[in-house]
């Protein structure tokens, strides 16, 4: 069957995903309120795992109560094991495979998968039936069991899909058949693929058919090769229509493509290879694709070598090596071998810890040794047998190995504490490898019937996939490539080197690397370079040629591995950090964590990730004994009493014992040691168990009926259940909440610990006395009875026999342990082997409890989190065992990071934090014993501590914080304040005028701020007013329990906050937690928690708890929840999103029922758990005052002053670079951009004659921005460059920023953000390179004078001066909040430091800060006599470093950013940016041509044009090839949006190509068309875009975008071709055929909007590339057939020959200067030439490709003004320009209206129809009848009267200079054989409307010669008059040079009666035009009225003239006189409209 067609395929695969999608989804929706099993996933069920969201788990991970998938879907357990058909439940409710079940190992805890097994050893049971079939039928392609389960998730195919199975079974790519290469080793992928004999040609996979058959219009082969698009096509023809090389065949041509691209399936188009996409990777790294070509890039750490290998920077790769016994490192470079120690043994395989300093090697009989530094060589876990291959994950220090027996895939500490079994079940490993960077390993996997696969797991054993099939190639040496993300191995079978990518794909071999008859041990990969041993010699090769061996080392090598800090970079993650497993932790692919904790055998995990060992404790006769089970157990006494205890239970979390006495007295013992207390219960009790998670406690009285608890809160006794029969056993299951007993003759009954009535459990009845014990873990109930062992699984409710015979009794069980005692010792089985484990010595038991917990023991240390405590010998035993490794932050040496521990040692405060007047510890020791710092001896000790510079001692400004740097001056106080002043009340000091009632006392009296006006009842929107009316306070401050009024009133008659879910609503207001509620106390001040329905009992299906109240019974949910609206369940409360900042300062993550929060680098978590602090030096402000900048420690207040200029210079805007530590400032005084080096002082200037409001250094791109508000510009210069008197900044923005003003950046997201601050004031939101602009905020702005950035909160900042206000949003402009101030009255600049704002205020001279968030704690931090301008907050942190994309820019002068994360080159003023989008060069330089081939567009610079005839190739270029365009007919391009025009053969539309980015082009359609565009040009000035097209062809006009079109021109336009523009004269020609004149062709012009259409020149022969030149003013064109190229003023006048004899002539292109015209030789060749226009020298290159058009451009070609360039002109619709203005045009369907708008046209009902100009409707009878309906008259234009037969001389319309008598024939007459079809034979041009005449240019030539009567066209006298030729005209003539003919009105109207006379004027009408006629060419033809002025020099002789040519060449003149503007006789206009009817001329 054929394979649709592509887009039928992708319909097709689009619906098979839908559906995929949508079946679920109606499979829910049918089985609404069950839950169906989950669809499992073939991939997973191959792997014998189940399906999660993002991959695979194993099956044991389902429903063990801890979430692994991301969505949860591994705990929706409502079906058992959640219903996966290839999973079985185990008995104690957990899951395993299908296929595990009775395969001879235990594999659930209980043992129950080996449970009534009815099948042998080697046998499976095929589930749900008793048929058992053997192992080795499992996946053998043939159905063994009924339902076919064991075939179920089988390979199909012996290979992967995308392989193909070798005759030798080996698995190949599909796609290496028949490439040459034997990929097989047994040459089957290419015998299939013989050459076909001579004569025949290859298609199908190997098809061969006769060549005779290509191209025969019949599809032999079945892919449609023998009929490619190219049949019968010919190179010498637009080069076979191939895209590039073209090869003659005998049916067609072959086309191919060059380096770098690849044919298409057209067989003719050529696309870009995306080399980075190939099977593998060119690049040994990093790979970016281009055009073409691509280019490679290393990591850090890495260089590139020969343009695509990394070679590590510090060549220091080593091999460590095991030569004999002994381990050895050997230096690649030198060779050098060094030995490191001896092994004792010949090391198989060995691996390294860098980290760790730990090398681990395997012996020869598969035993782990490790040599640790310091401690030796020891064994490694002695049990773990037979291992063959090991791996280090360097990430946790932990070592993966491969065994062979048991075959599995296990972990292990590195320190020897324990190990795990990641891999167990269908596995059979080796050569193993870890990928710690993608959580990953890999190994081979040898599986049944010799089936060997490259196999992938997670680290932690999920995700289980097969990558490649490797069956019968002996892989040997798996090794990984972690950069690349590549596996290697050797294929021994093929002697070659195989490598994929880690996720299966990419496939590659490299043949023939070894040797013959090599056998390899081993292979490495690093450097782009190979490794590998045959055991006598270790050989390297490199990738690039791998056959090319080096041998490193001769000797017996066993093992090697290669040694490099690079094989081992640093975790990229933070899973797996220290304490968050005590034991071992697995990086998980899989896993919502992205780790799992593990134990070791015998250990169990806890929730917190600790790994707990299980306790037994046992009361024997008078003391109560305890055993850690676990390597070396032994029994320690924990009490002893006088006294026997009979030991019922253990709170170990609480640690707390219970116990009876031989009364019956229940006792409790409280911690260790502890004594005894007695619980009072009111009756004997015989059996007792707690409650963990509450305490409480449940007894059963020794009367066996009464189950009573007491509860914790208030150790009351109360009776829960009264039984009927005598209760045996009672068990607790606290973890679900129920009570279990068994009595005599009754069934199993339950009980919920909240009461209420007991139900049955299981229906058959308990036999008698016999020992028992409840199994929690496991969820069942075991006994011992006569018929053995026996367990009940509560979860299936069915029993079963564990031993037929068991004599040992049973007191206790853990799963998977059993515990019994048999008078002597105490016995602990294993419940799966029921193997004897453990034996310890104990007499007399009198009770046993068995458990796993946190017990708390004597000297135990508080974890950090409070939650987690350990042993006291784990603290500082160097492995962290806390979750958050406090218990190890106490062992460590003080650092500048860490330098006090605080908070019982689990915390470290920085230096910078200490002694900085806030409490970071919790304990406050971090401002406890604070000494005053020592002063330096350049600063002045304040008496508070403080040190300020000296240099603002005694200055009359307050530095110090308590005033005391101006105490004791001796400066006299000044008798009179200066201006600007005022006096001190009583004090006498002299004060700012601005500090006047600024809200801060600045006079010593206070005076200043005494008898200040308030202004009462003026709050603002957004304002509160306090109670005394003289206060407004922000409106978010009323009621947020925070007095902010002076009086109070924000807070009064505030509602109070709503209680939590778990809390109770007093009447009051007040909240009460709802335990207390109903506990018979009032806790409520109204009493309201008790009474009413108190009584009623829970019995609420309630999430979390229920609790009674006086409403009755509610639900309640725990802190960090709330009650769902069915007031039952309990969501989790999101308080990340629903406190916002309020929760966390920077990072929040949530978690049920919780959240934490987090800080960025550079920060630390506050105690609080909240707010992030800045670490590292103190963070200080930058601030410009006057002519000085200050620094001030934000944390000691240190002062100084690091800047200080002229007194009279201002230093305006600042801001700092870390990087080369300098202060860069705005100097208004010099309008210049000055620096400062922080370190040595030096200063320096960058840049001159600039003047901005705002400066800000973009430290990551290194470059400087600034704004300049006068012309509404932002600009940037480079932060290194020197001023040298020539500016070198760019402008970044320009054109409509309305003033801007504060300006921010964010480099690391590269975007800038500007206030504007003119009449529309805005924030504003760009990419740094000036793109993507857009308004961030235009709302409820005044002035926004000040901004700042938050980029941990990502939210800016702005201070807004016209309204006084602080407000903030988003990045994204929203969540806007503002903030309206008092104190905000003039700011300048702003900051923003952790919590606080800081702004500088003019008005007031001062610096402030406020609360970011609240806008609350004001406080003055800087106060000096001079006005404050610039601010910035320094600190590394602020401007974290990251990689500079504009490193590998290349730019040459300056690289700005973009939000794309790149660098974009730009020019300083002057230089515009080179075609390789990375050099500046000079304006002049840019121009260039456009050579346009059928699908191709080549650019080459004219400066880059060779100066040589016979270059070889092109010159430098850019070449864009068009594989989507079939043949491209014409082109046109916009300079300014570097945007390209084109049309296409056949295409419908005009497409637009945006080529401002050259390596990602995209084209969309610009404007639909009909029929083929033949010519187009763009109006670059108004956007009009025109063309040539359609039949009959018009010229037609679109606007911008296409959106609205008309046909201009559409009479006498046969032939028509060659469009031009000239949009800044409004000029537009064409060319058209000559008519029925005969050959030829003319050119016409016309303005822009159609009108004055005139012909100019009409002696053409077959004119091309019509062009405009010399300012507009005169157009030049090529004549092929003449071999010319020709000029004439737009006038017809002055024709110029400007180039002739150029052979085979074909597109000619004029500009800047430049001549560019193709040639054509007879045997096809092609040549481009080019010449100086002033100049005769020319030159050419060749040319391989048949070009359609060529065209010039500069950046200056494109400028000018016309009527529509701005605004559209005016017009709704189409503005099109002409010489006086522009014209108003509607698109068809429209009429004018106004002359600018434009209407929709009336509909006209039939039989009527609208007027052409679509005003007014007609009928068929009015049109032609005489009289004028339409309103332009246009109804009766054009109406025929002409009788066949006669000829009508065409009459021009009034006003036009002369008229061309032509006669139309209704026999048309033989046309001439027209050897170019493009110029057909038509109706020559008729003249249109006004006359056209553009002012000739003035040339001087005249002035050369002598004056003479030929100089004025022998029309008038020639004359010398003031230094200047003039002609005084004969009559009849006109113009400079008496060219033109007058235009003279008829002498009188003609009586229409007298029809002889008529006709006697029409004969002699028809007689003067022929003697005219006749003697025009008679004149013409004679050189005697023509003049030469100047020759041209030819390069070669011409060719002679046709002998048939009628016409002769036009003369090389300056001056001819052009036919279409010779003297003619006035033609009377004798025919009217209705008089032509009697009016017929012979």
């Given at each position: 069957?054929d ?19 949508l ?12 839950r169906?099993a ?19 788990i194993?099956?044991p991970?389902?429903?063990?109560g ?14 058992a ?7 079985w ?9 299908s296929s ?15 449970q ?29 069991c ?7 998730g089988c390979?199909?195919q012996?290979?992967?899909?995308g ?5 030798n ?6 796609e290496w ?9 047994d ?23 006769l060549e ?17 698009s190219t ?6 023809v ?5 895209a ?42 990093l790979?970016?694709n ?15 070598q020969?343009?695509?290998?990394c ?5 220091a ?5 095991a ?18 120690l ?21 012996t ?9 530094p310091g ?15 090991i791996s280090m994950?360097?990430f946790?220090?932990?070592l ?9 895939i296990?972990a292990?500490?590195g ?10 079940k269908?596995?059979a490993?080796?050569?193993?490898t ?5 959580r ?7 599986g ?6 490259i ?7 999920s ?25 290697y ?13 880690v ?6 071999s ?18 782009s ?14 990738w690039?040629?791998p ?5 490193l ?17 640093p ?10 497993c005590?034991?071992l ?28 060992a ?8 008078k003391?109560?004994?305890l ?7 032994h ?24 116990g ?8 409790r013992?409280?911690?260790?040691p ?18 963990i ?8 009285a ?32 606290w973890?679900?909440g ?13 009980l919920?610990?909240?009461g ?18 409840m199994?929690?873990r496991?969820?069942s ?16 409710r ?32 294993d419940?799966?082997t ?8 104990a007499?007399g038991v ?16 508080h974890?950090a989190?409070?939650?987690v405590?350990v042993r ?12 958050d ?7 460590w040496?003080?650092t500048?990071?860490c330098?006090?521990?605080c ?18 510890c ?6 406890q014993?604070?000494?005053l710092?020592e ?8 008496q ?10 005694c200055?009359?400004d ?11 001056c001796?400066?006299?106080?000044p ?10 009340s009583?004090s ?12 801060a006392?600045d006079?010593?009296?206070g005076?200043d ?8 009842g ?14 407004c306070?922000p409106?978010?401050w ?39 509620v109903?506990?018979?106390q009032?806790?409520c ?33 725990g ?16 308080e ?29 978590l ?10 590292g ?17 934000l ?7 690091v800047?200080?200029t002229?007194?009279d ?16 400032w705005?100097d ?7 620096w400062q080096?922080?370190?040595?002082g ?9 003047r ?15 704004t ?7 600009l940037?210069a ?6 040298q008197?020539?500016p ?16 921010v950046?964010?480099?690391l ?6 206030s ?11 990419s740094?390179d000036g793109?993507r ?5 235009a ?16 939210r800016?900042?702005w ?9 903030s949003a ?5 969540s806007?909040?503002?903030?309206k ?12 430091c ?14 402030q800060?406020?609360d970011?968030?609240?806008g609350?704690?004001?406080?003055v931090l800087?106060?000096?006599?001079g ?6 907050v ?11 994309p504009?490193?590998?820019r ?32 000079p ?60 049309a ?52 037609h006009?679109?606007a ?12 006498g336009?046969?032939?028509?071709a060659?469009?031009a523009?000239c ?14 004149r005969g ?16 012909a100019?020149w009409r002696?053409?022969r ?26 004439v003023e737009?006038?017809?006048s002055?024709?110029?020959l ?43 290159f ?23 360039a ?10 099109l ?12 369907g ?7 708008a ?42 025929t ?6 000829q009508?001389?065409?009459v ?25 079809p493009s ?22 030539v ?12 022998l ?11 003039t002609?005084h005209?004969?009559l009849?003539?006109?113009?400079d040079?008496?060219?033109e003919?007058?235009?003279q ?9 007298v ?20 003697d ?9 009225s023509?003049?030469?002025l ?5 390069e070669?002789?011409p060719?002679?003239?046709?002998e048939?040519?009628e016409?002769?060449l ?5 001056t001819?006189?052009?036919?279409a503007?010779?003297?003619k ?16 001329l012979?």
């Open positions: 069957m394979r649709p067609p592509p887009p039928l395929r992708r319909v097709l695969v689009f619906l098979s995903i839908l559906l995929s999608s079946l679920p989804l109606a499979g829910s929706a049918a089985g609404a309120g069950t169906r989950p669809a499992a996933s073939p991939t997973c069920a191959a792997s014998r795992q189940a399906a999660c969201v993002f991959g695979c194993p099956v991970w389902l429903c063990d801890e979430q692994q998938c991301p969505d949860g879907t591994d705990e929706q357990c409502d079906v094991c959640g219903g996966d058909p290839h999973v439940q185990c008995d104690d409710g957990r899951c395993v495979s595990w079940r009775c395969d001879g190992a235990a594999d659930c805890l209980d043992g129950s998968d080996e009534d097994c009815v099948c042998g050893t080697k046998k499976v049971q095929c589930p749900g039936t008793h048929h058992c079939i053997p192992q080795w039928e499992l996946c053998d392609r043939h159905q063994d009924e339902d076919g389960w064991d075939e179920e390979p199909q012996p290979c992967l899909p392989q193909w199975q070798c005759r079974r080996v698995c190949i790519m599909a058949k028949c490439n040459g290469i034997d990929d097989c080793g040459s089957s992928d290419e015998d299939i693929c013989a050459p076909c004999t001579p004569g025949m040609v290859r298609c199908d996979e190997g098809k061969c058919i005779s058959l290509m191209c025969d219009d019949k599809d032999d082969c079945l892919d449609g090769t023998d009929e490619p049949c019968g096509r010919s190179c010498f637009r080069n076979g229509g191939c590039e090389t073209c090869t003659d065949t005998h049916w067609g041509v072959q086309c191919s493509c060059g380096a770098g691209w690849v044919l298409q399936a057209d067989g003719q188009s050529c696309a870009d290879v995306d080399e980075c996409s190939l099977e593998y990777s060119p690049c040994s790294q790979c970016t281009t055009p073409g070509t691509f280019s490679c890039a290393c990591l850090q750490g890495y260089t590139l020969h343009g695509t290998a070679e590590v920077a510090d060549n790769t080593q091999i460590l090596v030569v004999g016994q002994d381990l050895a490192l050997l230096d690649v470079r030198t060779q050098a071998y060094r030995p490191l001896s092994t004792e043994t010949e090391p198989r395989a060995l691996v390294y810890d860098l980290l760790r300093e730990t090398y681990y090697w395997l020869e009989d598969g035993e782990l040794r490790v040599h640790h401690k030796g060589t020891q064994p490694l876990y002695a049990d773990a047998r037979e291992v063959n291959s994950d360097w946790t220090g932990q993966y190995w491969a065994s062979s027996h048991p075959p599995a296990c292990g500490l320190d020897g504490r324990g190990y795990v079994t990641v891999l167990g269908d596995i490993p080796e050569q193993l870890v990928h710690p960077a993608a990953s390993l890999y190994w081979v996997n040898r049944q019937r010799g089936r060997t696969v196999a992938a797991a997670g680290m932690d054993g995700n289980r996939r097969e990558l490649t099939v490797v069956s019968m190639e002996e892989p040997v040496g798996l090794s990984l490539d972690h950069v690349a993300g590549r596996l191995w050797i294929s021994e079978y093929k002697e070659s080197i195989e490598t994929l990518r996720d299966g794909s990419g496939r590659h490299f043949h023939a690397v070894l040797r013959s008859h090599t056998e390899p041990l081993g292979l490495a990969v690093f450097e370079r190979f490794f590998w041993t045959d055991g006598t010699e270790l050989v390297s090769a490199t690039a040629s056959q090319e061996h080096a041998v080392l001769r000797a017996s090598i066993s093992a090697f591995t290669v040694l490099h800090a690079l094989q081992q970079p975790r990229d993650t933070a899973a797996c950090a220290l304490g968050l005590s034991h932790c697995l990086l998980s692919p899989v896993h919502h964590r992205g780790y799992k904790c593990a134990c070791p055998e015998g250990l169990f995990l806890l929730p917190s990730g600790k790994c707990a299980l306790s037994i404790l046992y009361a024997s006769e003391a109560i004994s055993v850690h089970v676990g390597p070396g157990a029994t320690k006494q924990v009490q002893k009493w006088q006294e026997p205890l009979h030991l019922q239970d253990v709170d170990w979390q609480r640690s707390v014992l219970y009876t006495d031989d009364h019956g007295t229940l006792l013992v409280v911690g260790h502890g004594r005894r207390e007695a619980i009072v219960t009111g009756l004997p009790v015989c059996s007792a168990h707690v409650d998670r509450s305490g409480d406690l449940y007894w059963l020794c009367n066996r009926r009464d189950i009573g608890v007491i509860q914790t809160s208030d150790m009351s006794p109360r009776i829960l259940h009264r039984a009927r029969s005598s209760i045996q056993h009672l068990f607790l299951d973890q679900r129920a009570l279990y007993w068994l009595a005599r003759g009754q069934p199993l009954q339950a919920s610990l909240e209420g009535a007991p139900w049955d459990a299981w229906n058959e009845t308990w036999p008698g006395d016999l020992p028992a014990a199994d929690n496991a969820f109930i075991l006994w011992s009875s006569a018929l053995g062992l026996q367990a009940l699984s509560l979860t299936k069915q029993a079963v026999t564990l031993a037929p015979s068991w004599s040992h009794g049973l007191v206790a069980a853990f799963e998977p342990y059993l515990v019994s005692a048999n008078g002597t010792a105490l016995l602990l089985w419940r799966r029921l193997a004897l484990v453990l034996s310890m010595p007499a009198q009770g046993v409890v068995a458990f796993v917990g946190s017990e708390l023991q004597a000297g135990a240390f974890c989190s409070r939650a405590c006291a010998e784990e603290h500082c035993d160097g492995v962290p065992q806390c979750p490794g406090s218990d190890e932050m106490g062992c040496t003080p500048q990071e330098a006090l521990r908070d019982t040692a689990t915390r470290c405060i920085p230096r910078s934090w200490l002694c900085d007047g806030h409490a970071d919790l304990d406050r020791t971090d401002e014993g604070c000494v710092k002063c330096g001896p350049a600063e002045f000790s304040c508070s501590g403080q040190c300020v510079a000296l240099a603002l001692r200055d009359g307050h530095d110090c914080q308590d005033g005391s740097d101006e105490e004791g001796a400066v006299p106080r008798l009179l304040c200066r201006e600007g002043e005022v006096t001190c009583h006498g000091e002299c004060v700012p005028e601005a500090w006047r009632c600024d809200g006392a006079c010593g009296d005076s701020e005494q008898g200040c006006p308030w202004e009462e003026l709050c603002e929107d957004q304002q509160w007013g306090c109670s005394r009316g003289h206060e306070i409106n978010v009323r009621c947020d329990a925070e007095i902010d009024c002076t009086d109070g009133s924000d807070e009064a008659g505030c509602h109070p906050a709503p209680c939590q879910s778990h809390e109770y609503p007093c009447g009051l207001g007040s909240c009460l937690n709802a335990s207390l109903c506990n018979g009032q806790d001040a109204d009493g309201s928690d008790e009474g009413g329905n108190c009584s009623v009992p829970c019995q609420r299906s309630c999430t979390h708890l229920c609790y009674p109240s006086p409403q009755g019974p509610r639900c309640w949910c802190p960090g929840y709330q009650l769902a609206e069915d007031g039952l369940s309990c969501k989790d409360i999101d990340c999103t629903e406190w916002g900042k309020g929760a966390c300062s920077q990072t929040c993550l949530n978690a049920p029922g919780s959240y934490s929060c987090g800080c960025l680098p550079g920060y630390l506050e105690p609080d758990g909240h707010v992030c602090k800045l670490t030096p103190e963070p200080k402000l930058l601030v410009a005052v006057q002519s000085e900048v200050l620094s001030y420690g944390r000691s207040g240190h002062e100084e002053v800047l200080a002229d007194k210079r201002v230093v305006f805007s600042l801001d700092y670079d870390l990087v080369e530590r300098k202060v860069f705005m208004l005084a010099t309008e210049s951009i000055r080096d922080l370190n040595s030096k200063k320096g200037t960058l840049v001159k004659g600039v901005s409001d705002c400066i800000a250094v973009d430290w990551l791109g290194r470059n400087l921005y600034w300049d508000g006068v012309a509404g510009q932002v940037a480079r932060l290194g460059v020197a001023w008197g020539i070198e900044y760019t402008v970044v923005m320009d054109g409509d920023l309305d003033q801007p003003h504060s300006l950046l964010q480099p997201a590269g975007l800038m953000y500007w504007e601050v003119g009449s529309h004031s805005r924030l504003m939101k760009a740094m793109s602009r857009h308004v961030l905020l709302q409820g702005l005044g002035w926004p004078t000040a901004l700042a950035l938050d980029l941990p909160i990502q800016i900042f201070l807004d001066e016209k309204l006084g206000s602080v407000g988003h990045l994204d402009g929203s806007v909040k503002v903030l101030l008092p104190w905000v009255r003039s700011p300048f600049a702003a900051a923003v952790e919590g606080q704002l800081y702004w500088s205020e003019r008005k007031t001279w001062s610096v800060q406020v970011k968030a609240s609350k704690n004001r406080t800087l106060k000096r006599h006005q404050p301008h610039g601010l910035q320094m600190h590394p942190a602020l401007r974290p470093a990251a990689p500079n504009c490193e590998m290349g730019c040459s002068h300056l690289c700005l950013l973009s939000a794309r994360h790149t660098g974009q080159c730009r020019c300083p003023a002057g230089l515009m940016l080179a075609a390789n989008e990375t050099t500046c060069l304006i002049r330089d840019s121009a260039f041509a456009l050579l346009v081939s059928p699908a191709a567009v080549v650019q080459v610079y004219l400066k880059d044009l060779p100066a040589s005839a016979g270059s070889q190739g092109l010159p430098p270029h850019r070449a864009l090839p068009l594989a989507k365009v079939s043949r491209l007919t014409a082109v046109d391009y916009a300079v300014k949006d570097k945007s390209l025009y084109f296409e053969t056949g295409g419908n539309s005009i497409g637009l190509l945006r080529l401002k980015d050259w390596g990602r082009l995209s084209w969309k359609k610009a404007v639909a068309v009909e029929g083929t565009v033949t010519s187009l040009a763009l109006d670059w000035l108004s956007g009009n875009l025109y063309w040539i097209g359609g039949q009959p062809p018009s010229i006009v679109a911008p975008r296409g959106q609205w079109a008309l046909a201009l021109l559409s009479e336009l046969q032939g028509a060659w469009l523009l949009p800044r004269a409004s000029t537009m020609c064409f060319v058209t055929a000559a008519g029925s050959r030829g062709a003319v050119v016409e012009c016309a303005a822009m909007d159609g009108t004055g259409r005139r100019v002696r053409a077959a004119p091309a590339g019509l062009a405009f030149g010399a300012a507009g003013t005169r157009l030049y064109w090529a004549d092929h057939e003449r071999g010319t190229i020709s000029s737009l006038d017809g002055r024709f110029r400007v180039r002739e004899g150029l052979h085979g002539l074909s597109l000619f292109a004029i500009g800047e200067g430049f001549l560019l015209w193709s040639t054509t030789s007879t045997n096809g060749s092609s040549k481009i030439w080019h010449s100086r226009l002033e100049q005769a020298e020319n030159w050419w060749p040319m391989e490709q048949e070009l359609v058009a060529m065209r010039i451009y500069s950046q200056f070609s494109q400028e000018g003004t016309n009527g529509c701005k605004s559209n002109g005016g017009c709704a619709q189409l503005c320009p002409n010489p006086a203005g522009r014209q108003c045009r509607c698109s068809p429209y009429h004018l209206v106004h002359g600018a434009c209407a929709l046209a009336p509909p006209c009902p039939a039989p009527l129809r609208a007027c052409p100009d679509l005003q007014s409707c007609i009928s068929r009878e009015q049109v032609c009848d005489g009289r004028p309906d339409c309103a332009d008259g246009s109804d009766e234009s054009d109406c009267s002409v009788k066949v037969g006669t009508v001389p065409a021009a319309s009034s006003g036009m200079s002369h008229v061309d008598q032509k006669t139309v024939s209704s026999i048309a007459a033989p046309q001439p054989r027209q050897p170019h110029v057909s034979a038509a109706p020559g041009p008729q003249e249109h409307g006004e006359p056209f005449v553009v002012p000739p240019s003035t040339e001087e005249l002035g050369a010669v002598p004056c003479s009567s030929k100089t004025c066209n029309r008038g006298d020639c004359a010398i008059e003031a230094g200047r030729v002609c005209c004969a009849g003539y006109r113009g040079y008496c060219e003919a007058e235009v009105p008829l002498a009188g109207p003609i009586a229409l009666g029809a002889v006379l008529l006709l006697l004027a029409a004969g002699a009408v028809g007689a003067m035009a022929y003697m005219r006629r006749r025009r060419r008679r004149r013409t033809s004679s050189t005697a023509t003049r030469v100047t020759l041209y020099h030819r070669s002789d060719e002679e003239e046709d048939d040519e016409e002769e036009p003369p090389k003149s300056d001819f006189v052009n036919e503007y010779e003297g006789d006035k033609v009377p206009a004798l025919l009217r409209k209705g008089s032509s009817h009697n009016t017929v012979s």
